[in-house]
């Protein structure tokens, strides 16, 4: 395993805070023909840090890790080990795409599901910035060739960045994304009703808006709100599918939270089952995650996959991008080397 500093493009703040560098950590399992990649992008909203996954990862290999050959060893081992969900991820996606391409089978058919059958459209996010930078942003970032857009919100400034930015695109299709940064439902429906009145405004979903630990205010929220409502940080490896449904509207899925595929599939599965829409995202990953992801995007009806733009030199070019849509490069584990300046 080995961690490399990626430097972005443009500061990612969000309501909880910025960063202009992220630090991820790249896993090869295997040699040559028999190699497979694995990325953890850590999250310190989950208490996950570079150094502290590159510890775990020692402790890993010092309890025996290097004698799982095959993923049901893997997968035994780490629930008795339990890593961080960034970690498991990388370690469980280097097995299954060492294993599919072993079996030469697609990542999609190792797992059993159907394979994605066209490229993805996906959001492009805003970050939190002064309202007066949106335009040239809009304009320096190309966002005009999304069809729907990401905005990070707070309550300081989230009225203004909307303005902000459909000033600049109106009419685009909007997530709104809060990052847990409201204390109560009724100061939240304020800004929501506010929002409402701007010219140009379309809105998609409301992303949890506010802290996970509100379940009396999300349903209060969810009836009241005019646009639906989907859980991120309420949903991490395990939820109470049941509670969330009376809370939600939707579940945003992200393979690194998710701790694998294999879970990550058992949440979407979970989310249909119970009603809800369903959402794929993204840390700030190379393409690699991303690429990740995209093995499993048909399952989701929204797609936020816009981690690798956001990297200043992205290392593997596994995806590709075009005019808003992503489409996967094929891949040869055996040579695939990240180029990191």
């Not at 909307?162 to 429906?189: H, V």
Request: charged share 20%; proline share 6%; aromatic share 8%.
């Amino acid at each position: 395993m080995a961690a490399y500093e990626l430097p972005l493009r443009f500061t990612w703040k969000i309501s909880r805070n910025a960063s202009d560098t992220k630090t991820n950590l790249l896993v090869r399992v295997g040699e040559g023909s028999a190699a497979g990649w694995g990325e953890a992008a850590p999250n310190v909203r989950y208490g996950e840090t570079p150094e502290g996954l590159t510890a775990e990862f020692a402790a890993l290999v010092q309890a025996g890790l290097g004698h799982c050959t095959h993923l049901p060893e893997l997968e035994e081992f780490l629930s008795a080990h339990t890593p961080s969900h960034a970690l498991r991820f990388a370690l469980e996606s280097a097995f299954v795409h060492r294993e599919a391409a072993l079996r030469g089978q697609s990542v999609a058919a190792w797992l059993g599901v159907p394979a994605p059958s066209r490229p993805v459209a996906t959001a492009f996010t805003l970050p939190i910035m002064e309202p007066g930078a949106v335009a040239g942003f809009v304009q320096e970032q190309g966002m005009s060739r999304f069809a729907q857009l990401k905005v990070k919100v707070n309550q300081d400034s989230g009225f203004e960045l909307l303005r902000a930015l459909t000033e600049a695109l109106p009419g685009r299709e909007i997530l709104i994304d809060g990052n847990e940064a409201w204390t109560d439902a009724d100061s939240l429906l304020q800004f929501l009703e506010r929002a409402q009145t701007l010219p140009g405004l379309r809105v998609r979903l409301l992303e949890q808006p506010l802290p996970a630990d509100c379940p009396d205010d999300y349903r209060y929220l969810r009836s009241r709100s005019p646009w639906p409502v989907f859980a991120d940080e309420s949903v991490t490896a395990a939820a109470d599918f049941k509670s969330i449904a009376q809370q939600f509207h939707g579940v945003n899925m992200k393979l690194m939270k998710a701790g694998g595929y294999l879970n990550g599939l058992r949440l979407l599965q979970q989310t249909r089952a119970h009603g809800l829409q369903t959402m794929l995202g993204c840390m700030v990953e190379t393409s690699l995650g991303i690429w990740s992801a995209l093995q499993i995007s048909h399952l989701a009806d929204v797609c936020d996959l816009d981690g690798f733009l956001i990297l200043r030199d992205e290392p593997f070019g596994l995806v590709r991008e075009e005019k808003g849509v992503l489409t996967p490069l094929p891949v040869c584990w055996k040579t695939l080397r990240p180029v990191v300046s």
